[in-house]
C-alpha cells in the first residue's frame, strides 16, 4: 500500500540557522500537503502543493515538489523560536481519498 | 461555527472496556478520517469515510469500527480496549476530492490501563 516517508525525525536546530525536511512516496501522488502540529495542539494546514516541480514560498518557508510527484522537501530559512514544532507531509495517491501522512520532523530551536 | 469537534478531549478506560469516540463537523464536507497519533510515528489512518453511507479501512484498523451516522458525524468505537491503543485521536474532514486541505478536531487523549 502507499507509504510516506519523512527525515529527520527530528532536527536541533540554533536559531537563525535553516532546516529542512524530507518526504517521500512509494507511489506517485495526485498532491502534497504540509502541515504544522505545535507541541499538545493539533496538525494546522500550511500548503498544498499539485503540480509536478511546483514551488510554492510562504515568507520564510519553501515547499517543492518533486518531478515525478512522489518526493517533497519543506525549507525554512532563518529558523525561529516560533517555528518550533513537528512538521507534516502528507499524500493522496491518484484517484483515491486515502490521505497518508508521514510521521513528522519535530524541529528543536535553541534561541 | 465550530469546524470539528472531538468528544471527548480525555479518556482513561480499563483493558477491556468499550467506549465511542465522537466526530461531528459542520463544514458540510463530504470525508471524514480518523487518525491516531503515538510518540515518532506520526499520524496513521485508522479509517475514513468518503462520503455519508461508504468508511473505508485505512493502515491499521484492527481493533476499531466506525459509524458515518450522517454527513456531519463520523464515529470511531472500541470494542475491547487494549493497552496498545493508549494513543491520541484525532477527526479530520477535508472539503472535497481536489481541494485536500484537512481540517482537524482538537483531539481525544485515551489511556487504556
Known amino acids: 500500500g502507499q507509504q510516506v516517508m519523512q527525515i529527520p525525525q527530528y532536527q536541533h536546530v540554533q536559531e537563525g540557522e535553516d532546516f529542512t525536511t524530507y518526504c517521500n512516496s512509494s507511489?506517485?501522488?495526485?498532491?502534497i500537503q504540509w502541515y504544522k502540529q505545535r507541541p499538545g495542539g493539533h496538525p494546522v494546514f500550511l500548503i498544498q502543493?499539485?503540480?509536478?516541480?511546483e514551488v510554492k514560498k510562504q515568507k520564510r518557508l519553501t515547499f517543492q515538489f518533486g518531478e515525478a510527484k512522489k518526493n517533497s522537501s519543506l525549507h525554512i530559512t532563518a529558523t525561529q523560536t516560533t517555528d518550533v514544532g513537528t512538521y507534516f507531509c502528507?499524500?493522496?495517491?491518484?484517484?483515491?481519498?486515502?490521505?497518508?501522512f508521514g510521521a513528522g520532523t519535530r524541529l528543536f530551536v535553541k534561541a | 461555527n465550530a469546524g470539528v469537534t472531538q468528544t471527548p478531549k480525555f479518556q482513561v478506560l480499563k483493558t477491556g472496556q468499550s467506549m465511542t469516540l465522537q466526530c461531528a463537523q459542520d463544514?458540510?464536507?463530504?470525508?471524514m478520517y480518523w487518525y491516531r497519533q503515538d510518540p515518532g510515528m506520526g499520524l496513521r489512518l485508522i479509517y475514513y469515510?468518503?462520503?455519508?453511507?461508504?468508511?473505508d479501512k485505512g493502515e491499521v484498523p484492527n481493533g476499531y469500527n466506525v459509524s458515518r451516522l450522517n454527513k456531519r458525524e463520523f464515529s470511531l468505537r472500541l470494542e475491547s480496549a487494549a493497552p496498545s491503543q493508549t494513543s491520541v485521536y484525532f477527526c479530520?474532514?477535508?472539503?472535497?476530492?481536489?481541494?485536500?486541505?484537512?481540517?482537524f478536531g482538537q483531539g481525544t487523549r485515551l489511556t487504556v490501563v
Open positions: 502528507a499524500g493522496r495517491g491518484t484517484g483515491g481519498f486515502k490521505t497518508i
Open positions: 507511489t506517485t501522488l495526485s498532491n
Open positions: 502543493l499539485v503540480k509536478s516541480g
Open positions: 463544514m458540510n464536507h463530504n470525508s
Open positions: 469515510s468518503a462520503s455519508e453511507g461508504t468508511t
Open positions: 479530520a474532514t477535508i472539503t472535497d476530492r481536489l481541494n485536500t486541505e484537512a481540517f
